[in-house]
């Protein structure tokens, strides 16, 4: 048990631990989630997974690698639950029934070169969680699911984060075959595997960022892993934000 994975494993970059290194926790009791929020897990239900990248790329390639662990955790479900994910910018993995969220990425620097890339993936959820009583729960109720739910069995939790990270490092290894940039031909499939995976392109959606919100229809992704939003104002690609589908029915992700 321990407060946060990415907590632990930025600590461990910052004293010199080498790529690769993965931690995994049952639970966690300080959860972290995108844009300063908590990410509430339930105990032992739950892929609780954190992997240290350390990119030789210029940090405007970084955004490969939590796309690497989204497909690959995307890709690892399919595989060991038959459950298929789709992918709201700019790393929810959505599933079942209106697309709600199975699994959300955050990645964060250690400053020393080191980028740990986390994944929380709802497995097993008993029919009581999550446990009613607060806002953040019932949120996450209404927006958010499991993969037992969805594929209606039991998920092998073992199974399922043993594939993700082969696949990780199957990914990683492609785009390091460049040398210091990400390998083109790489980089290429990737970007071409996340547009096919994505729920948000295409999509009508207003994307909440600090301070300002902007409603549009999503283009695309570029070349630097932005969402490209044709708003009135013209085509503008944003780099961090909250993204909400205004179609019925689509998933908003809870953390
Ligand atoms: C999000 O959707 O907001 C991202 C959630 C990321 C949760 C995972 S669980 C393992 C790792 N450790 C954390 O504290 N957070 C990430």
């Not at 990425?105 to 959820?125: A, F, P, Y």
Request: with cysteine; net charge negative.
């Amino acid at each position: 048990m321990v407060g946060s994975t990415n907590e632990e494993l930025l600590q461990k970059s910052a004293s010199g631990a080498p790529e690769g290194t993965v931690l995994i926790a049952e639970r966690q009791l300080a959860g972290r989630g995108r844009l300063g929020r908590r990410w509430l897990d339930h105990p032992g239900g739950s892929v609780l997974c954190s992997v240290l990248f350390r990119p030789p790329f210029e940090p405007r390639w970084w955004y490969l690698a939590p796309w690497v662990v989204a497909l690959a955790a995307s890709k690892a479900a399919l595989e060991t639950t038959a459950v298929r994910c789709r992918l709201k910018w700019p790393n929810d993995l959505l599933a079942g029934e209106g697309g709600r969220k199975v699994a959300g990425v955050l990645s964060e620097t250690s400053g020393e070169g080191g980028l740990v890339v986390g994944i929380g993936i709802n497995c097993n959820w008993p029919p009581e969680f999550p446990p009613a009583g607060s806002a953040e729960a019932a949120a996450i109720a209404a927006t958010a699911t499991s993969l037992d739910r969805v594929a209606g069995a039991p998920v092998d939790r073992e199974a399922l984060v043993a594939r993700m990270l082969e696949l990780v490092a199957e990914a990683w290894t492609r785009l390091l075959a460049g040398g210091p940039a990400p390998d083109p031909g790489a980089v290429a499939e990737l970007c071409s595997r996340y547009r096919d995976s994505s729920s948000t392109i295409g999509e009508l959606v207003r994307v909440e960022m600090a301070g300002e919100a902007v409603t549009g229809r999503a283009l695309d992704v570029d070349d630097q892993g932005r969402l490209v939003v044709e708003s009135a104002t013209g085509a503008r690609p944003i780099d961090v934000g909250d993204v909400v589908h205004l179609r019925s029915g689509a998933g908003a992700g809870a953390d």
